[in-house]
């Protein structure tokens, strides 16, 4: 892979080597003008000029005055790359996805209102909230993967209208919500926004424990993932700052610890070893008619079993509750980013600032080796043979990856469209996508007939899942399909061109990722504001210009 610098640099030449004096790179935007249109209902219609491909998209982008978020450096990116991508249809799509998250969903930028007396801290603790897309409430998952896609643009500031402020924002935001309610997935505006809390009818009905404030949760679905994504988005955003000080300040250590805590909470089986049945952590039960809306056994969720290694996760990142609680994929990627978030405990540690924390004592090592036993956990216990047909009718047995187990042997072989998934596994870094075993698995995933949730038809091939249900499949499924293939083939690089060929020609003309789309009928879909698919969409363009850039070349038509 080429060096991201040499890559950027001739295209936009405004994009120097880190520095330890940064330059402030955005200016940001907390409210526009009430005169500007919701973004749900705009985002349902066609607006002017429509690209000259085909598809005839609209452009979907905010007016300047209207948008969350400005930055300069990414408005010269999306600006420049018109040079590279040669389809106007393909342009388009780009020019409206990729600063999805900075136009709309940026609902407010600020800072804490602290009850101490430190003047300097209540100067500093930067908030940032950020919606989902059309709901309004802030997903621990979604906040940290939509501001994912402008990794490559991040470099240390101190200044409140950079990217980096953005992060710490999320950060910190993130870390008081986890220390209010760890085993929640969604929230509720900050009370220094001034926003109201949004209203979710659909929990109404939900029996909880533990409780929670629903003026301060939107919604309360343990999902291993979520804690996962609060270490996920602190990992990036020291590697690409290298600002180990803003770790030793506020509640991320704290947090980190929480996390810890409710992890091993959440590895308790439901038998004890006399057979007696043992409280859980966590139960979850809603009054609705869909199963996957609630747990099974009284808001229990099904049985696990002792000494696995593995951590519980009542729903996935869909928000569907698991059929077996073992989650692998999330798992996966706890095991990853809970071993990089222990070096930055070290480093936190060996490097005291004036007025940092110090990180409680073993912190780091125990990260360090809860990230080592899940890998463990995983291989022993994830990995199932599975016969099958080789190229000349003879039956092999495969090694693959499970989708969930619960530990007695019981497991589901599928993949969910939702990251993380295991498709993602090579996205978030848990292993190559050259692994054997993900190999093995990646083909059953796509493969006819050997996926339940793999949607096909003339309109889109891709991974879907129970929430939008047979026949719905995922554009993000089929980004994460693009962004871990191989592209050291020909036919694989025809394979991302039939995929991302079928992403373009999907959008009912809207020019946005949607949530899902009928595979029959590209006038069917879920969502019209779905940020963070929208962001994925661009950074997926980034990673093939890295890659192939040849392939942004071709036509699309």
């Not at 640099?9 to 994009?15: E, F, S």
């Amino acid at each position: 892979m080429k060096a991201l610098t040499s890559i950027i640099t001739p295209i936009l030449g405004l994009l120097p080597a880190r520095q330890s004096s940064p330059q402030p790179q955005a200016q940001a935007q907390v409210q526009p003008p009430s005169s500007c249109p919701d973004y749900s209902s705009y985002a349902k219609t066609r607006h002017a000029p429509f690209s000259s491909g085909r598809h005839a998209l609209s452009y979907q982008r905010p007016s300047p005055s209207c948008r969350t978020f400005n930055s300069s450096t990414i408005e010269s990116f999306i600006t420049n790359m018109s040079s590279v991508i040669s389809d106007p249809d393909l342009y388009r799509l780009f020019q409206n996805t990729y600063p999805n998250t900075l136009d709309t969903a940026i609902k407010w930028h600020g800072v804490a209102a602290h009850a101490s007396n430190n003047s300097a801290e209540e100067e500093e603790e930067e908030l940032t909230f950020i919606i989902t897309g059309d709901i309004n409430a802030m997903w621990l998952r979604d906040s940290a993967n939509q501001l994912a896609s402008y990794l490559p643009f991040l470099r240390p500031s101190s200044s409140r209208d950079s990217l980096a402020s953005l992060y710490r924002g999320v950060i910190n935001l993130q870390a008081r919500y986890l220390l209010t309610s760890p085993f929640c997935n969604s929230f509720q505006p900050p009370a220094e926004s001034g926003i109201p809390p949004a209203t979710n009818s659909a929990a109404e009905s939900d029996t909880v424990y533990p409780g929670y404030d629903a003026a301060k949760v939107f919604e309360c679905k343990y999902e291993l993932d979520s804690l996962a994504s609060f270490l996920q988005i602190s990992a990036q955003y020291h590697a690409a700052t290298n600002d180990t000080s803003f770790f030793g300040k506020f509640q991320w250590l704290d947090a980190v610890q929480v996390v810890l805590d409710t992890a091993e909470a959440m590895m308790t089986p439901t038998y004890g070893p006399e057979g007696q049945v043992l409280d859980s952590p966590y139960t979850f039960t809603r009054m609705t008619t869909r199963t996957t809306e609630t747990l099974a056994n009284d808001g229990l969720g099904s049985p696990v079993a002792r000494d696995t290694g593995l951590i519980r996760s009542a729903f996935r990142p869909s928000d569907d509750s698991t059929i077996f609680q073992f989650l692998v994929s999330s798992n996966m990627m706890f095991a990853k980013y809970a071993g990089d978030v222990a070096s930055i405990i070290h480093a936190v540690a060996s490097q005291p600032g004036q007025g940092a924390k110090v990180p409680p004592a073993g912190l780091g090592d125990e990260l360090t080796t809860l990230s080592t036993s899940l890998r463990q956990a995983i291989t022993k216990h994830a990995i199932f043979p599975i016969p099958t047909l080789n190229g000349t009718g003879r039956e092999i047995v495969e090694q693959i990856y499970a989708y969930e187990v619960d530990g007695f042997g019981s497991h589901s072989l599928m993949d969910d469209a939702n990251l993380p998934s295991l498709l993602s596994a090579p996205l978030f870094g848990y292993l190559s996508s050259s692994d054997p075993v993900y190999q093995n698995t990646r083909a059953r995933i796509l493969g006819n007939n050997t996926n339940p949730y793999m949607m096909r038809g003339p309109v889109i091939n891709a991974v879907g899942g129970p929430h939008a249900g047979p026949g719905m499949g995922w554009p993000m499924g089929s980004i994460v399909r693009i962004l871990t293939s191989e592209l050291d083939t020909e036919e694989k690089t025809e394979e991302v061109w039939r995929v991302l060929r079928e992403l373009v020609g999907s959008t009912d003309g809207l020019g946005l990722m949607h949530e899902s789309v009928n595979s029959w009928d590209g006038t069917k879909w879920t969502r019209e504001w779905f940020s963070w698919a929208n962001g994925l969409f661009g950074q997926m363009i980034w990673d093939l210009w890295q890659r192939k850039p040849e392939v942004l070349g071709r036509s699309y038509q």
